[in-house]
């Protein structure tokens, strides 16, 4: 039987979670390595522009939107769908303020919710570029549907004014911008590897 030489000593501790060997593990595939790159920097920063640009142009239209500056087949519309309400006690200016009041609550949680992705987007999350896709969709049809509703002339001044109808539909219009320019920005080559799941550190080197 043979002897071993040299001192005994106890054996080696597994590694505890968070220890020094955790500490310098490397990152999971998820999570991109590195700063984000300048489009997806780019395309952050244009949907932060583009969910105040659309919130405040929601707002400003139902702060000054009256019943009377719609369309003459849009008003037609719209009493029928109060009048199929049934035995109601509102009138139809009274349910149109509450529509406005709703679509404003409405745009409200909207804009939240794309900041809290474009954060997402910068962060590197896949997803969050594909949901603001379907984000700058409505954005994005919302600035044509305005931009025919100019020069088709159905879009017109109403009670309150000139100046005020031009910025709600400026606003519109450059959140639209803002919505498809992100959109091209995000789904570069550089960015498309940095928001794809093992792709950041190929994007941070």
Known sequence: MTQRSGPWRPPARPAEPGGAADQHAPAEPDEPA????????????????????GLVGMLVNAATASFSDLPAATRDAFRDAVANT????????????????????????????????????RAGKGWARTMLDIVAVFLIVDAV?????VFGGVAVAGERGDVVSFLVIALQILAGLCAATAVWRQHTGEAMAFTTPGGGARAGK
């Open 34 to 53: 590195g700063p984000p790159p300048e489009e997806i920097h780019t395309a952050w920063a244009l949907w932060l522009t583009a969910a105040a640009f």
């Open 86 to 121: 049934g035995d109601l006690d509102v009138s139809v200016e009274n349910m149109f303020s509450i529509s406005l009041a709703v679509g404003a609550v409405v745009a409200l949680l909207a804009a939240a919710v794309t900041v809290w992705l474009a954060y997402r987007l």
């Open 145 to 149: 549907s305005v931009i025919i509703g």
